[in-house]
């Protein structure tokens, strides 16, 4: 009986879950290089007729070759051989095809035990051939010895018996033979490991319920029921919502005036200056990008009449500290490390004054409340260095929940901390990242990334030299290490996402998945969670009745 | 008038509330006791202005933070609800 759907014509299923694809027109059936390995098959292959699977109907190829049958046969139809494919279990249960196909239900050991096996039989084959014909020419050279005959005669009798020539002609075929044998295996095995390298392997229940979900997943994200306009209409009235809840405190005009971006594509129009808080101004431009921000700023900022600000921290969030920003606040301040040198640095800290980053005054405030809240005022030295989602918690408080990886890691035998970049992460976190980047949602995720730090071993081959870069991976484009980056968007579709540098937000760098994993090392996200903030800011309605 | 209007589309959203919940649980496998209809929000039922017809509503899951729109096909003459669509909003 043969199962349905599947042809042995293209296929050879030869034990449990080993799936090998052989053109029909490659297999030569009885000839003397392969025939005893296709015998023991065929053999067990009609033995298992009875539970339901047929011999595979392979068509032969003609083959006309001089070749010593009987020793090479010896060769293949050594006691390893016919043991190894009798020991080979037959199953009739054929896994499914799933997009892809190639690579399903492959086990890699029984890949490399295949490899293997063919590299040893063709490799004592050839030295048996070899052999013959090496133990041929010496008989024949001892048998011209014996009866002493003049040279111009044994080369006579040479010529007419072509003995030596046949000898000769043996070993080419047999050498053509062996290394076509090699070949298919080596071209079967590595479409098989390649197809295992790209593909996961996975129970089939397990990969359909997971395809089941993925184009679940697809349809809610891409084919919206509602219209573009209608769920627009929809945003505009969930912000209505929290107006008609006296939950605003900022007027629209002012939003316009202090934060609104130029293009909403590209978030605010942000500048780090000269301090070292990449990682905030990457939080605020990320903050920025979201389409809730006009929401959060305007619920938790206020400009007072004195040109002072209003912020509460966390934003949105019912008990958040109110923190008041002056424009001294905003304004450049004197740099306390003015000409010292820091420790473990050469060169003197050569900027006379710390300047706010380069925006909007209303994100110019986010950034003075920031670090305010962290360091009890306005210290802009004391900001520099940190983490995103640092800014992003302490930003969103309890509305945000926070997702973040990490592939930094200390090694305690070397005692060196390690930077081998997000495509290290062992197989379960890089899961995680896989969704949380399929599933990125500007509407729900704000994100920054940080490039790995620079570490001669992991950045081997990367680093520029004298600019203090390095390149990203499999792109030419160029990235500041121990830098964090802002996530703006990401295409899902083309598996590509959109970041950019607090040096210049308006430029946007885009890396696919693959660039991205091999060129960063953290991942810093927080999701906003809608309930929370209509139920803290329901609850802050109330308080203020 | 305007204020009767709104109720009057209140009362059909509350007719139909168990649809409207039961079809955003079947669509994004989440419980019905967590979603609440923004009914008594001015903003949370509305008459469309950029489709004909249509009555949208916004339901917020109070589990998982997401808010939804549901809209529907409006007969005001037969105070029918029909065609229903969602989609994740915030």
């Given at each position: 009986m043969?199962?349905?759907g599947?042809s042995?014509?293209q296929d050879l299923?030869v034990?449990?879950g080993?799936?090998?694809?052989m053109?029909?027109?490659?297999?030569?059936q009885n000839d003397?290089?392969?025939?005893?390995y296709?015998k023991?098959?065929d053999?067990?292959?009609?033995?298992?007729?009875?539970?339901g699977i047929?011999?595979?109907?392979w068509t032969?190829?003609?083959?006309?070759?001089?070749a010593?049958?009987?020793?090479?046969d010896?060769?293949?139809s050594s006691?390893e051989?016919?043991?190894?494919?009798?020991?080979?279990p037959?199953?009739?249960e054929?896994?499914?095809?799933?997009v892809?196909?190639?690579g399903v239900g492959?086990v890699?050991e029984n890949i490399q035990?295949?490899?293997k096996f063919t590299e040893e039989q063709?490799a004592t084959?050839?030295?048996?051939?070899?052999?013959?014909?090496s133990?041929?020419a010496?008989?024949?050279?001892?048998?011209?010895?014996?009866?002493a005959?003049?040279?111009?005669?044994?080369?006579?009798?040479?010529e007419?018996?072509?003995i030596?020539?046949?000898?000769?002609q043996?070993r080419?075929?047999?050498s053509?033979?062996?290394?076509k044998l090699?070949?298919k295996t080596?071209?079967i095995?590595g479409?098989?490991i390649?197809?295992?390298?790209?593909k996961?392997q996975?129970k089939f229940?397990h990969?359909?319920?997971n395809e089941?979900?993925?184009?679940?997943?697809?349809i809610?994200?891409y084919?919206?029921?509602n219209?573009?306009?209608v769920?627009?209409e929809?945003?505009?009235?969930?912000n209505?919502i929290?107006?008609?809840r006296?939950?605003?405190?900022m007027s629209?005009?002012?939003y316009?005036?202090?934060f609104a971006?130029?293009?909403?594509?590209?978030g605010?129009e942000?500048n780090?200056?000269n301090?070292g808080?990449?990682?905030?101004?990457?939080a605020?431009?990320?903050?920025s990008?979201?389409?809730n921000y006009?929401?959060?700023c305007?619920?938790?900022?206020k400009?007072?009449?004195?040109g002072?600000w209003?912020?509460k921290?966390?934003?949105?969030?019912e008990?958040?500290?109110?923190?008041n920003i002056?424009q001294?606040?905003?304004?450049?301040?004197?740099?306390?490390?003015f000409l010292?040198?820091k420790?473990?640095?050469?060169?003197?800290?050569?900027?006379?004054?710390?300047?706010s980053?380069?925006?909007?005054?209303?994100i110019?405030?986010?950034e003075?409340?920031f670090i305010?809240?962290?360091?009890?005022s306005?210290d802009?030295?004391?900001a520099?260095g940190?983490?995103?989602?640092?800014?992003?918690?302490s930003?969103?408080?309890?509305n945000?929940?926070?997702y973040?990886?990490?592939?930094?890691k200390?090694n305690a035998?070397?005692k060196t901390?390690?930077?081998?970049?997000l495509?290290?992460?062992?197989?379960?976190e890089?899961?995680?990242l896989?969704?949380v980047?399929?599933?990125f949602?500007?509407?729900?995720f704000?994100?920054?990334?940080?490039t790995?730090?620079?570490?001669?071993?992991?950045?081997?081959g990367?680093?520029?030299?004298?600019?203090?870069?390095?390149k990203g991976k499999?792109?030419?484009?160029?990235?500041?290490p121990?830098?964090?980056?802002?996530i703006?968007g990401?295409d899902?579709?083309?598996r590509?996402i959109?970041?950019a540098?607090?040096?210049d937000?308006?430029?946007?760098?885009e890396l696919?998945?693959?660039?991205?994993?091999?060129?960063?090392?953290?991942?810093d996200a927080?999701?906003?969670?809608?309930?929370k903030l209509?139920s803290?800011?329901?609850?802050?309605?109330k308080?203020?009745? | 008038?305007?204020?009767?209007?709104k109720?009057?589309l209140?009362n059909?959203?509350r007719?139909y509330e168990?649809?409207?919940?039961?079809?955003i649980?079947?669509?994004y496998s989440v419980?019905?006791?967590?979603l609440?209809?923004l009914?008594?929000d001015?903003?949370?039922i509305?008459l469309?202005k950029e489709?004909k017809d249509?009555?949208?509503t916004?339901?917020?899951?109070?589990?998982?933070?997401?808010?939804y729109?549901v809209s529907?096909k409006?007969?005001?003459e037969e105070?029918?609800l029909?065609?229903?669509?969602?989609?994740?909003i915030a």
């Open positions: 043969r199962e349905e599947f042995f014509e299923a034990d449990d080993v799936h090998i694809e053109p029909k027109t490659e297999i030569i003397a290089y392969v025939s005893t296709d023991a098959l053999a067990r292959w009609k033995e298992s007729e009875s539970s047929t011999a595979p109907n032969l190829a003609p083959i006309s070759i001089d010593p049958q009987p020793e090479v010896s060769v293949l006691p051989l016919v043991a190894h494919t009798e020991q080979l037959l199953t009739n054929i896994p499914p095809p799933l892809g196909g190639e492959v890699p035990e295949i490899e063709v084959a050839t030295l048996e051939v070899e052999n013959f014909v133990s041929g010496n008989e024949v050279a001892l048998a011209e010895e014996a009866i005959l003049p040279d111009s005669d044994i080369q006579e009798v040479r007419r018996t072509g030596l020539g046949k000898l000769e043996i080419n075929q047999a053509v033979l062996l290394v090699r070949d080596t071209e095995v479409r098989e390649a197809a295992l390298t790209t996961p996975k229940d990969e359909k319920e089941y979900e993925r184009i679940k997943g697809f809610r994200n084919e919206r029921e219209v573009a306009p769920i627009e929809a945003k505009r009235m969930r209505k929290l107006e008609e006296g939950l605003l405190q629209q005009e002012d316009q005036t202090y971006p130029k293009d909403f594509e590209v605010a942000l780090q200056g301090v808080d990449c990682y905030a101004v990457a605020l431009h990320a903050l990008c979201s389409p006009e929401i959060i305007r619920s938790s900022m400009k007072l009449p004195d002072s209003e912020v921290i966390p934003l949105l969030s008990n958040g500290d109110v923190i002056t001294e606040e905003l304004g450049p301040q004197k740099n306390a490390q010292k040198v420790e473990g640095d050469i060169m003197p800290d050569l900027r006379y004054s710390l300047k980053l380069g925006g909007k005054e209303g110019r405030v986010l003075a409340a305010k809240k962290k360091f009890g306005v802009r030295l004391a520099e940190g983490w995103g989602s640092e800014v992003l918690e930003l969103g408080g309890d945000f929940k926070k973040s990886i990490n592939s930094n200390y035998d070397r901390h390690e930077h081998p970049g495509v290290s992460l062992p197989a379960d890089m899961a995680f896989d969704h980047l399929e599933n949602d500007p509407e729900v704000i994100a920054t990334a940080a790995r730090f620079m570490d001669t071993k992991t950045l081997s990367q680093v520029l030299e004298g600019i203090g870069v390095y499999d792109t030419m484009q160029v990235f500041v121990g830098h964090a980056y802002s703006s990401v899902k579709k083309n590509v959109k970041l540098n607090p040096w937000t308006t430029k946007s760098i696919t998945f693959d660039q991205f994993k091999g060129t960063f090392g953290g991942l927080v999701r906003i969670d809608n309930a209509l803290n800011m329901s609850n802050i309605a308080s203020g009745a | 008038m305007e204020n009767q209007k109720e009057q209140r059909i959203v007719m168990s649809e409207i919940t039961t079809l649980s079947q669509k419980d019905t006791k967590d609440v209809v009914i008594n001015e903003s949370g509305y469309s489709e249509t009555l949208c916004l339901v917020l899951n109070n589990e998982n933070g997401y808010m729109l529907a409006y007969n005001e105070n029918t029909s065609d229903f669509r969602s989609d994740v």
